[in-house]
């Protein structure tokens, strides 16, 4: 309808050339007509939109892909790097092990933790080929962490001062000359601290370390622990003490193997 009445009009003007009634019907026509055009414009807008997206979706698709791909790597630098900083942070901490002297050491990363309600054991990335052996005491930023109870070539299993099975001979006081025996109680324990005679000074916050009595299994002078609490006990006529391990077992990631083997 639209087309036949625009026809008829531009007829009619060339025909008659009645200029001034045709362009008064033009404005007419314009003013009908572009309500109805602008509707028809905005109805098939959306149209050609959607089939405009269509023949680009493709492309759009596989930029997005690219994009993505971006981003997944540079997430993986940014999380390798950060890992990187972690190693070494955890590396650089253990610059506060405690010195050996001139006892050479072995540096060992853990790879695996076996933890129950008794036992405490790590696992380490260096065995016998790296010159580990059974025995050697092992140490991590603050003080001692175990020793060695088992090596294979490459790999070998730490006891931590926590398990149950451990005993270390320690030394406290005015020039160490106070001695008593720091034994594990599981995972989360505080360490045990026995035989210390009625009336020890002791104080809390007190580092006990390694004795290194002849026969002993750890050289002298490695930090333990500090003490936690103490109380004397009347039925035995001791001092019951509780310690904290100095070294942070729960946030091993490096350790130092001590090359050095007790006595036979």
């Not at 003490?227 to 077992?249: C, D, F, K, R």
């Amino acid at each position: 309808m639209l087309v036949l009445v625009s026809v008829t009009l531009i007829t009619f003007d060339e025909r008659s050339g009645t200029h001034h009634i045709t362009s008064g019907l033009k404005s007419v026509a314009h003013d009908v007509f572009s309500p109805l055009t602008t509707g028809v414009n905005d109805l098939l807008r959306p149209i050609g939109d959607f089939f405009a997206g269509a023949v680009h979706y493709g492309s759009l698709q596989s930029e997005n892909q690219q994009l993505e791909a971006t981003i997944g790597r540079l997430r993986e630098q940014l999380n390798e790097t950060q890992g990187l900083r972690n190693q070494l942070r955890q590396l650089d901490s253990l610059r506060d092990v405690p010195d050996p002297g001139s006892l050479p050491t072995v540096t060992a990363e853990m790879v695996n933790r076996d933890l129950s309600d008794f036992d405490a054991d790590i696992t380490i990335d260096k065995g016998r080929g790296q010159g580990v052996s059974v025995g050697m005491p092992v140490v991590g930023a603050g003080g001692l962490v175990g020793q060695v109870v088992q090596a294979s070539h490459n790999t070998a299993t730490v006891q931590l001062i926590t398990d149950g099975a451990s005993s270390i001979g320690v030394s406290f006081g005015p020039k160490g000359q106070s001695y008593a025996t720091v034994n594990g109680q599981g995972p989360g324990n505080p360490l045990s601290v026995q035989y210390v005679p009625a009336q020890t000074p002791l104080h809390k916050g007190e580092i006990m370390y390694t004795s290194g009595l002849a026969n002993g299994e750890f050289p002298a002078n490695l930090p333990v622990g500090v003490v936690h609490s103490y109380h004397l006990t009347v039925e035995s006529g001791a001092m019951t003490v509780t310690m904290t391990p100095l070294a942070n077992l729960d946030q091993l990631a490096y350790v130092d193997v001590i090359q050095w083997e007790p006595p036979l």
